[in-house]
T-cell receptor, first 112, second 114 residues
Framework: EPEVTQTPSHQVTQMGQEVILRCVPI?????FYWYRQILGQKVEFLVS????????KSEIFDDQFSVERPDGSNFTLKIRSTKLEDSAMYFC??????????FGPGTRLTVL | AQSVTQPDIHITVSEGASLELRCNYS??????LFWYVQSPGQGLQLLLK??????LVQGIKGFEAEFKRSQSSFNLRKPSVHWSDAAEYFC????????????FGQGTTLQVKP
């Protein structure tokens, strides 16, 4: 069964450093998402991406964040200058036209 | 504003007992509703979904959920819980916008006693 994959599974970085989280969505999916889950809190929407552009972003998704689909398979989330409060689990998700999103296993980001 | 409330942060049931996890939503239009399960260290796995039609939906692992528009609820049930069901359960509402983003509840942690 096709699945969403994410790398790395765990990323440790120093405050102020740039990180790139990578996702490979399911191959025939058209909509792509990033969510995050701070430890002990709910899963929060960050951004959605369709037709090679951002279709919606949350208040959390400020100028420090960017997304890109550099080729036909990868979908990346970049944080330019990480802050302590960026420490969280980041989930990638994808879907076709129907409204069922399939999630990857997540990347745990730890900012020191 | 759209929101999802899961009133129970933590629930403990005995193996073999029945289970009901509560979910209430606030959404102006017809909602798309989902239940996801997250095992420790794992991603979110879809248990079941409601888009339209029959208000009682069946999912994987023996779970079912009932959509009650009058109560703005979408409670998850299972008649007999197994130890492997111990996990965190998230209710979510999908917006009907083009983006289809999901809004999640706080989650309910299920502990299963032997």
């Amino acid at each position: 069964e096709p699945e969403v994959t994410q790398t790395p599974s765990h990323q440790v970085t120093q405050m102020g450093q740039e990180v790139i989280l990578r996702c490979v969505p399911i191959s025939n999916h058209l909509y792509f998402y990033w969510y995050r889950q701070i430890l002990g809190q709910k899963v929060e929407f960050l951004v959605s991406f369709y037709n090679n552009e951002i279709s919606e972003k949350s208040e959390i998704f400020d100028d420090q964040f960017s997304v890109e689909r550099p080729d036909g398979s990868n979908f990346t989330l970049k944080i330019r200058s990480t802050k302590l409060e960026d420490s969280a689990m980041y989930f990638c998700a994808s879907k076709t036209v129907t409204d069922t999103q399939y999630f990857g296993p997540g990347t745990r980001l730890t900012v020191l | 504003a759209q929101s999802v409330t899961q009133p129970d942060i933590h629930i403990t049931v005995s193996e073999g007992a029945s289970l009901e996890l509560r979910c209430n939503y606030s959404y102006g239009a017809t909602p798309y509703l989902f239940w996801y399960v997250q095992s420790p260290g794992q991603g979110l796995q879809l248990l079941l979904k409601y888009f339209s039609g029959d208000t009682l939906v069946q999912g994987i692992k023996g779970f079912e959920a009932e959509f009650k528009r009058s109560q703005s609820s979408f409670n998850l049930r299972k008649p007999s819980v197994h130890w492997s069901d111990a996990a965190e359960y998230f209710c979510a509402v999908g917006t009907s916008s083009n983006t289809g983003k999901l809004i999640f509840g706080q989650g309910t942690t299920l502990q299963v006693k032997p």
